[in-house]
């Protein structure tokens, strides 16, 4: 018998989007066993999946967060871990992709809307959610800077209209 590697999916993405996905990912990893992990109401739509050998549920009701992660996992050891996203590129599932790096993995992949399935570095998670803080950061700064002036300066601006 085959030893069969485990891989985790985390459902971030629809289950009609899974449904396009699990062909890709059985086709790309095919001496895996798949594992999900889901939100609670996400269980019955998941037992749908043959592939998969079991179902975890996060134990959280908010999104997937690097702060909450499952206590299940402290202990377990994945070969990958796979994260769907809705779009192209990832873009806007950052904080999946962070929380993946709470479960002890030795390979993480981004599966797109087309069924591309690629790898991601521990690196290029932290590089993104990096550049994500510094975006937000300098979104800030800017924000205090410009209304400052428009504090002060825009009921200067009306009065001198309103004599006008």
């Known amino acids: 018998m085959v030893n069969l590697k485990n891989a985790l999916i985390i459902r971030s993405a629809s289950f009609q989007q899974l449904d ?3 062909p890709a990912i059985e086709e790309a990893l095919p001496d895996h066993r798949f594992q999900m992990l889901t ?6 739509l998941a037992e749908k999946y043959k592939l998969l050998s079991k179902i975890y549920v996060y134990p959280y009701k908010q999104s997937f ?22 779009n192209l590129t990832g873009a806007g599932f950052l904080n999946v992709l962070l929380f993946s790096l709470t479960i002890n993995a030795k390979k993480r992949y981004i599966c797109n809307l087309i069924s ?4 991601v570095s521990m690196v290029s998670i932290i590089g993104m959610g990096t550049r994500s803080l510094l975006i937000s950061a300098i979104s800030v700064l800017v924000t205090v800077l410009l209304a400052v002036p428009l504090t002060i300066g825009l ?4 009065r001198r209209l309103k004599k006008k």
């Open 39 to 44: 939100h609670e109401h996400g269980v019955k």
């Open 116 to 119: 591309d399935l690629r790898p």
């Open 155 to 158: 009921p200067m601006m009306l």
């Open 65 to 86: 967060s690097f702060w909450r992660p499952v206590q299940e996992f402290k202990d377990q050891k994945f070969d990958c871990v796979i994260v769907p996203v809705s």
């Open 20 to 22: 396009k996905n699990f």
